[in-house]
């Protein structure tokens, strides 16, 4: 259990990684590819998104950095617990603007982010 915990804790990186740098550093490219393919700009502040795009970007390192190193290991579930809170209000944001298959995706990630809570702080804890 403790290497699906790992596993399931590093494709969540992954995911934030780059979905963080794409809200923090990559929005303005991809804002314009998004109006390119005809779909309407995002109706998030700017203030937002680049909270939302920071809290991902720790939350990638929480999750893989402090138990690698051993160093604050109880980092990892309340990084996974964070990343759930970020989760559901992406699906809350996506469903409202009638983006289901977003929403969809949102909701996913947010249970692959739990059961990462429950492996970490019930099954296999660091």
């Known amino acids: ?44 502040s700017p203030a937002l ?8 970007l720790a ?8 138990p690698a190193v051993r160093l604050f290991p109880w980092l990892a579930p309340l990084a996974a617990a964070g990343l759930v809170l970020i989760m559901v209000g992406a699906a809350i944001f996506h469903a409202r603007k009638s983006e289901f298959s ?10 692959l982010a739990a059961v990462t809570v429950f492996l970490r702080w019930q099954v296999v804890p660091l």
């Open 102 to 111: 977003e929403a969809a995706v949102t909701v996913f990630i947010g249970g």
């Open 49 to 56: 998104r680049q909270f939302i795009g920071v809290a991902e």
């Open 1 to 44: 259990m403790n290497t699906v915990a790992w596993v399931l804790q590093i494709v969540l990186a992954v995911i934030f990684l780059l979905h963080g740098l794409l809200f923090t550093v990559a929005y303005g490219a991809a804002a314009k590819r998004r109006e390119a393919r005809g779909r309407a700009p995002s109706s998030m």
């Open 59 to 66: 939350a990638a390192f929480g999750l893989t950095v402090p």
